[in-house]
């Protein structure tokens, strides 16, 4: 995933945001945290997994399929932007 350099940063403060997440996970469960509490954390450690990979399939729809902005075949930027919305929607 060469093309993931330029948005290196981005990617990467995602990650470290799971992560936070997923070790919050692991101290409730070690503290006998209220299972509402670890429901509550494992969602938002979901919520983080999909807005990474969100991100992660615009990058490739926009690399190795179609750039809507720069793909001068308006049919396949039309279809590859309504891709990335529905990619966007449906891990929302």
Request: charged share 35%.
């Given at each position: 995933?060469?093309h993931t350099?330029q948005?290196?940063?981005r ?8 992560r936070?997440?997923?070790e ?8 006998d945290?209220?299972c ?6 494992t ?10 990979m969100a991100?992660l ?7 190795h399929?179609s750039?809507?902005?720069?793909d001068?075949?308006?049919e396949r ?6 891709l990335?919305?529905v990619?966007h929607?449906?891990?929302?």
């Amino acid at each position: 995933m060469a093309h993931t350099i330029q948005d290196k940063t981005r990617l990467l403060q995602r990650v470290r945001r799971l992560r936070g997440q997923v070790e919050a996970i692991e101290r409730a469960l070690q503290k006998d945290a209220d299972c509402a509490r670890v429901m509550q954390l494992t969602v938002s450690a979901r919520g983080a997994a999909n807005s990474l990979m969100a991100e992660l399939l615009e990058d490739h729809i926009r690399m190795h399929v179609s750039d809507p902005v720069h793909d001068r075949d308006r049919e396949r930027a039309r279809g590859a932007k309504h891709l990335i919305d529905v990619v966007h929607a449906y891990l929302r």
